[in-house]
């Protein structure tokens, strides 16, 4: 008895395996070998988006163990791990008009894989990555922080004036 097999089926028989190992893989990024959650996902709430003080997208979550927040309010400083349950344009759109709007202006935006948006205010940065991501979801960086050294001292609260101002930490040969 032969089989004839038509091209479709021979094609489903070699993509097959391909899809379900990039299954297993992208599965196994999001969780341990006993099943567990690598990285906890929370909602932000009032009092986070308080502590933060800019503009984040609504029914977005963070990503906690990657987030790192120093300061509150006009005083924060830090990197946020976001995840959004709406386009990379979408978020971008938001980014654009809300911190405008806040008061930051605009510095540059590149466009690639990904979309990189610079924002200033006052004494001030802003970064923000957005990434796409399956089904219409995105995910975004964003670090803020000061934008000199005086204003890194003054937020942590450290006097500059202590010791020589000459001091270097290291150098560099």
């Not at 094609?11 to 299954?23: D, K």
């Not at 386009?87 to 971008?92: K, N, P």
């Amino acid at each position: 008895m032969v089989y004839k097999l038509s091209k479709s089926k021979i094609l489903i028989a070699l993509l097959a395996p391909l899809v379900f190992a990039s299954c297993a893989t992208i599965n196994g990024m999001m969780y341990s070998e006993d099943g567990e959650d690598v990285s906890e996902i929370k909602d932000i709430s009032v009092s986070k988006r308080l502590q933060i003080s800019i503009p984040i997208p609504d029914n977005s979550k963070y990503i906690t163990d990657k987030t790192i927040i120093f300061g509150e309010g006009e005083r924060f400083t830090g990197v946020l791990y976001l995840l959004h349950d709406i386009s990379a344009d979408e978020v971008v759109e938001f980014y654009r008009v809300s911190m405008r709007d806040d008061g930051w202006s605009e510095i540059a935006i590149v466009r690639s894989d990904f979309v990189l948006m610079n924002f200033d205010k006052e004494d001030r940065f802003a970064t923000i990555k957005v990434n796409r991501k399956v089904f219409d979801n995105s995910s975004s960086e964003v670090t803020v922080g000061p934008k000199t050294g005086t204003t890194i001292n003054r937020s942590l609260n450290i006097d500059s004036n202590k010791g020589s101002s000459n001091e270097q930490p290291f150098t560099i040969q």
